[in-house]
């Protein structure tokens, strides 16, 4: 059976998103991934693989290494779809402050 994996429920986990972090800037192998968690080599797998089946990370095997590298276009797609929520907030926030200045200036 091939489990679809919700990229959302893989974010909302805050070990894979400090692994974004750490391969946000250049690409990693699993071992120097896991060297900077407290939990063990199988866990930090198991988050990898994870963050793999939901297209976060790409996986390039490099001699006998894979090295993990973030999927910037995947990334884009999220933020895409996060935008309009983003932008209702600022809106409603604007408009909460403008309220609180006419309220505070009477």
Known sequence: MNLRR???Q???DPTRRAILLLVASHAMPAGAIASNFDTSRPTVS???QILTECELLKPEQNGREIYYH???QKMKEIADFIEPFRQMWDDRFN???AV???YIAK
């Open 6 to 8: 919700d990229v959302f």
């Open 10 to 12: 893989a974010l909302a």
């Open 95 to 97: 408009k909460l402050e």
């Open 100 to 102: 609180m200045k006419n």
């Open 46 to 48: 198991k988050h990898l």
């Open 70 to 72: 973030l999927n910037p």
